[in-house]
């Protein structure tokens, strides 16, 4: 009979304190909610009739006036793009927009985004650093095109990285544009850098190194092999209908050292992309197996690591919680965020989070 | 119908190494009297070389500018690692951020300029007496930097140009106030913005944090504020330090650009994928509440056997 109640008593025990560990332990913090609303503005018919998502309409101006759009005076018209012109609206102090970013609306532009990656990539696109669009997939030709709507006046960053069949990443490409208010604004002619691998990080003088990746189909590949004193090689390859590029490049020509190499895309159209990511090899007994320990090289220093440089915190993007990490420990020492070792977390280190900048 | 569409193609864009940036000033020259304010762009230029970190210092004479503020609206930076200061003792005003991806240059067909770093807001003092009219050099001190976006930090090769300001005597009936007109005419509140709340070991202990960024496209961010739950809205900067640790209140960050105008976003905590010691403590009491169940039935089961046999 006691047994019988120590074990009720037990089982209960066990229960609440299992009832508290998940209360207390059932809390974080995941979604985020924005609140901002943005209008798009489209002129559908310039016939004094509102249209659309038409703000006016030649001298039809919605019963509107500057003062019910939050100005103190003048006179408001009409934009050839139905859009309101407030130029001749009068302000005699700031006018606070409510949260979410309610108040006067302007005009919208639009942004069309038209290029070329490799057939069935994956795209990110980023505005200003921030992933905006994501798994965006390009067509068998490589083609893509992004329409963003509703976009404010102003200069933007828009960032493009692809990833192809198999899972390799480009660096990001980055477009800088100003947007003027209430027009459409076309970008044609995005050439994704090529993906680009190595057979090997480490061989011996005369081996062949197998370095390949993706490209736009049938794209002129330019792959750029540089040793330590900057003296560089040039080799040229072409990418398959299917964006496949492979060269075989012949080492014997090279001498023991660490190399680096990257290649870059050019269409017959006259299209060129800038380089692709930087990849790295040694030739030479110092990285082969079963050497003397005196000449083997540290395997940090490799410099083929440098993939995910700047990823503090391990989630395998580079974006702004390891920019945080970064400013938490600027100027100062710290294991984590000295990305280049040199003893200071400082503006190297912040200029090669740019680089593998993820978002 | 009628709706404006511009074109940008890369076809003529072919990039050229040169390593070289150049900082400069716009306009390059300007004359303006006592009591008027004007503002001065920073940009860059980098003949197709991509940059990514620009740290930037200028020097200005004191006796008759002084800086009112200045704005990163419009901006090519979107990561500022230092918020744009400046010292009217010293005669300074210094900048640092960086691009992510890079920025190699503006593109043909771009309506815009695209290059601008920042909007330094200066005013002409009028407590000294300015007769002959002065020239003044508002200058990039040698120490600025920019580093090329090569995954490396590489230094480039820095080309700098200033502006000569020509301050004129006396004071007009109407003095021009630039700034002021700028932010007369900001309608516009900061960009939509993400907040995310954060725990590594490395940073403040392992303690939570929060990380917000974002950019307004015409006077600039001002500051940010965070409100926790029901307490106070408080000035801010990213990373922010929670003050209360257990994530059981809704946070509210709210982003004010330079008129005045604010963007608020709020992240609420919800409950997280639950860590794999969890799932066994509730595995543990399912099996728990299956054997009490069970013996339960048994129980009953055999309750009523012995009733059916009595009977």
């Known amino acids: 009979m006691t047994g019988k109640i120590v074990f009720k008593v037990f089982i209960l025990a066990l229960v609440i304190f299992a009832g508290l560990v998940l209360y207390f332990d059932n809390v974080s913090a995941q979604s985020a909610s924005v609140t901002a609303t943005v209008r798009v503005n489209l002129c559908v018919n310039q016939n004094e009739i509102i249209e659309g998502d038409e703000q006016c309409d030649g001298s039809n101006l919605d019963s509107q006036t500057c003062q019910s759009l939050g100005y103190n005076g003048g006179t408001l018209s009409c934009n050839n793009n139905c859009s309101f012109n407030t130029s001749a609206c009068t302000v005699t102090a700031p006018v606070v927009a409510g949260p979410g970013g309610g108040g006067y609306t302007p005009p919208s532009s639009t942004v069309i985004l038209e290029g070329t990656a490799y057939p069935e990539a994956t795209l990110t696109i980023l505005k200003d650093g921030q992933i905006f669009v994501a798994g965006k997939k390009a067509d068998s030709l490589g083609k893509f095109t992004e329409r963003i709507f509703g976009i404010s006046s102003g200069v933007y960053t828009f960032g493009f990285r692809a990833k192809d069949k198999e899972w390799r990443e480009s660096v990001v490409f980055n477009v800088t544009v100003t947007v003027p208010e209430g027009v459409t604004v076309m970008v044609s002619g995005i050439l994704i850098p090529p993906t680009i691998e190595l057979g090997k990080l480490s061989l011996k003088k005369g081996d062949i190194l197998d370095i390949f990746g993706e490209s736009s189909p049938q794209s002129e590949l330019e792959i750029s092999i540089t040793d330590a004193s900057s003296t560089e090689t040039i080799k040229r390859s072409l990418a398959e209908k299917d964006g496949v590029w492979l060269f075989s490049f012949d080492t014997s020509v090279l001498s023991e050292g660490f190399y680096q190499v990257k290649a870059r895309a050019k269409t017959s159209d006259g299209l060129e992309s800038p380089f692709s990511k930087i990849v790295s090899f040694a030739i030479g007994k110092a990285l082969l197996p079963g050497e003397g320990p005196e000449e083997e090289i540290p395997e940090e220093e490799i410099p083929e690591k440098a993939g995910i440089l700047g990823d503090f915190n391990g989630d395998n993007r580079i974006n702004l919680t390891d920019f945080s990490i970064l400013l938490h420990w600027w100027d100062r020492y710290s294991a984590a965020a000295d990305i280049n070792k040199d003893g200071f977390v400082d503006l190297v280190d912040f200029s090669i989070m740019m680089y593998y900048w993820t978002g | 119908m009628k709706r404006y569409l511009l074109i940008i193609s890369f076809l003529l864009f072919l990039p050229i190494s040169s390593h070289a940036a150049t900082l400069y000033l716009e306009p390059e020259s300007a004359d303006y009297y006592q009591g008027e304010s004007f503002i001065l762009t920073a940009r860059v230029l980098t003949k197709g070389e991509c940059i990514n970190t620009i740290e930037a210092h200028l020097k200005f004479p004191t006796d008759f500018l002084e800086i009112k503020d200045i704005s990163q609206g419009n901006s090519i930076i979107s990561l500022w690692l230092q918020e744009p ?76 140009r200033g502006a000569r300001i020509m301050v004129l005597s006396g004071q007009p009936a109407m003095p ?36 917000f960024n974002t950019s307004d496209k015409q006077t600039g961010v001002d500051h940010y504020e965070v409100k926790e739950g029901k307490g106070e809205w408080l000035k801010a900067a990213s990373p922010y330090l929670l003050k209360n640790q257990n994530l059981k209140n809704k946070i509210l960050v709210r982003a004010f650009d330079k008129a005045g105008n604010e963007r608020i976003t709020e992240i609420i905590p919800s409950e997280k994928s639950k860590p794999f010691y969890q799932w066994i403590i509730i595995a543990i009491l399912a099996m728990i509440i299956i054997i009490w169940l069970r013996k339960k039935l048994k129980a009953r089961k055999k309750n009523e056997n012995e009733i059916i046999s009595d009977i």
């Not at chain 2, 009219?133 to 090769?157: C, M, R």
């Not at chain 2, 700028?182 to 990380?211: A, H, M, R, V, W």
């Open chain 2, 85 to 160: 200061r400046f010292s009217n003792k010293d005669g300074t005003a210094d900048f640092l951020g960086g691009i992510p991806g890079g920025y190699c240059g503006q593109i043909p067909g771009d309506p815009g300029e695209s290059n601008l770093l920042a909007k330094i807001i200066f005013g002409v003092k009028t407590e000294a007496l300015v007769y002959p009219p002065v020239s003044l050099g508002i200058e990039f001190s040698k120490v600025s930097q920019v580093l090329l976006n090569d995954g490396l930090g590489t230094p480039a090769e820095i080309i700098s």
């Open chain 2, 176 to 211: 021009r106030q630039e700034w002021l007109q700028e932010l007369e005419k900001d309608k516009i509140p900061p960009e939509p913005f993400e907040i995310k709340i954060n725990q590594e070991p490395s940073t403040f202990e392992g303690k939570y944090f929060l990380t």
